[in-house]
């Protein structure tokens, strides 16, 4: 019997370069606050994402929360972001008692279409809060544009964008702030955490109190915060795979071409691509399933279930139609979300896929261009 596939699997270091890394913990027994593993991997990760600052968090989803936090933003105004996201985007935003504004997406490559933002502009606009959506980087040219006319920060959640660059520079340093996530399922993990990427140095203190509980030393509260503090177990991880993600992406690169070749010409199939004056991370592989495709994105789905190859409609529904929020948002014209949405699939990808479980995932695909039509 075949191993499932499934849409990703978490990279690991060598067990022994784990080991070794944590073995110091067990002397000194400073598992968390801040200790020298954490330190050692926000420096670490500041100079490999080429950011003037860093600040360490738990996890990417209170790194989005704490960095919207330190924007003191006023309580009720308006963010414009995207739908074609995961929905921790738009908590992060509600949470903080902010109020999302949809702008739709352009097809090419699914990021917000930047040409739509400045309909959306009102008195009540606080932010812009794009998302390099799979890795592919938003048009930050136009979005800085816009947010210097009408005197806005840029927030992006580049949870998907660690490691790319954008005409030689690190994607975090576009905008005010810039937001990763170290999740598991990502390129590069430290097994839960994240970070938030910044320009003004004062930040650093804003972000250390936000997720310290405004701790200052044994006596002095100095703000409200939270505990969104990294734990030194994850940054040993996150050290650790930081030593390979070089190999890991190169692994990546290599089922993704591959996927590219087999499927680049396949009428009914849409890649969905990034701009060529940026690199890559190889994050993820999402295509459309379009209409001459023959049969629905849903048909495609099953009969991989069917396989035990598990993709992953990657986002749908779209962050807005959640039933969470109840159709707040229904009426919100989003064209070409929704039309993205209903046909997207991601394909498995990981390192360590081989070549020939993507030419079996690719005839799959191949197998049922037209079934629906026949059946």
């Known amino acids: 019997m075949r191993e499932e596939i499934f849409v990703t699997r978490a990279s690991l270091p060598p067990m022994e370069e784990y080991i070794e890394k944590i073995r110091p913990l067990w002397e000194s027994r400073w598992l968390t606050n801040m200790g020298d593993l954490h330190q050692e991997f926000e420096e670490r990760l500041r100079q490999y994402l080429r950011v003037d600052g860093l600040s360490l968090m738990v996890n990417g989803h209170m790194s989005l929360e704490m960095a919207l936090s330190a924007m003191k933003l006023p309580r009720g105004g308006e963010i414009i972001t995207t739908p074609f ?33 400045e309909a959306l502009v009102t008195e009540r606009t606080a932010a812009i809060l794009p998302v390099h ?29 660690f490691g790319v660059t954008h005409q030689g ?24 955490g994240g970070a938030v990427a910044f320009h003004n140095p004062d930040l650093y203190r804003t972000l250390y109190n936000l997720k310290n509980f405004g701790i200052r030393s044994e006596e002095v509260v100095a703000e409200v915060g939270a505990n969104a503090k990294m734990n030194e177990f994850c940054a040993a991880m996150g050290l650790c795979n930081l030593d390979h993600i070089g190999e890991e992406r190169e692994k990546r690169k290599r089922v993704a071409e591959k996927y590219q070749e087999l499927l680049a010409d396949c009428p009914g199939i849409r890649m969905v691509r990034g701009r060529e004056d940026a690199t890559r991370n190889y994050a993820y592989f999402p295509i459309l399933i379009e209409e001459d495709f023959g049969c629905t994105r849903d048909q495609v789905y099953d009969a991989l279930g069917r396989q035990g190859i598990h993709g992953r409609k990657y986002f749908y529904p779209l962050a807005s139609d959640q039933a969470c929020f109840r159709n707040k948002y229904h009426d919100v014209e989003l064209p070409t979300a929704r039309y993205a949405s209903d046909r997207i699939l991601v394909l498995p990808l990981y390192g360590e896929l081989e070549l020939g479980d993507v030419e079996r995932i690719a005839g799959i695909l191949m197998e049922q261009r037209g079934k629906g039509a026949r059946e």
């Open 133 to 161: 959506v799979y890795g592919n980087v938003c048009g930050v040219e136009r979005i800085q544009q816009l947010a210097d006319k009408y005197n806005l920060p840029v927030i992006y959640d580049a949870a998907h964008a």
């Open 169 to 192: 520079r690190g994607i975090g340093s576009f905008g005010d702030v810039s937001v990763f996530s170290f999740h598991a399922t990502k390129v590069f993990h430290s097994i839960e």
């Open 85 to 117: 996201t995961f929905i921790s985007t738009i908590h992060a935003i509600l949470r903080n008692g902010l109020v999302p504004v949809f702008c739709d997406v352009k097809l090419s490559d699914l990021t917000m279409d930047e040409e739509k933002i």
